[in-house]
């Protein structure tokens, strides 16, 4: 199915997560196919957020916002990688050692970095989760 239809007008995060998972557990070749799926995915919900938007908006506060977010961003990476020069997580048989592993993995990960960075910067719904799942990870870590 295409990613550019009437049906998927609005962002489905259900979708993009599944392209995540797929591009994360598949062959090299398979890999290169699902990041060009989910930026293509990504490409055609921007645009079709930015004809939404009021011309006005497009430009300066637009770009001041998004500097914003991706230094944010930066910000949260960086501290992943503090925590895991510092933290030894055991056999990671409880969930939450399990979310923060796979938090240090996305977070080294460059192609897993470059897209998660997109969808922060761009989609708010996205950004909101990824701020809340940063906050319970700070409060877990905190804890340990």
Known sequence: KSVNTEEDSKFDLEKFITMLHAASTSTQSNYDCAVKEMHLYLRVQRQQEQQKQPHSSNGFN???????????????????????KKLSLGDGSARMDEVLKGCFIGARTPKIVTALKLVYVDYSPLRLAGNLIFRLMTSFVEKK
């Open 62 to 84: 637009r770009n001041k916002r998004s500097i914003k977010y991706s230094k944010k961003y930066d910000s949260m990476l960086e501290t992943f990688s503090k925590w895991e």
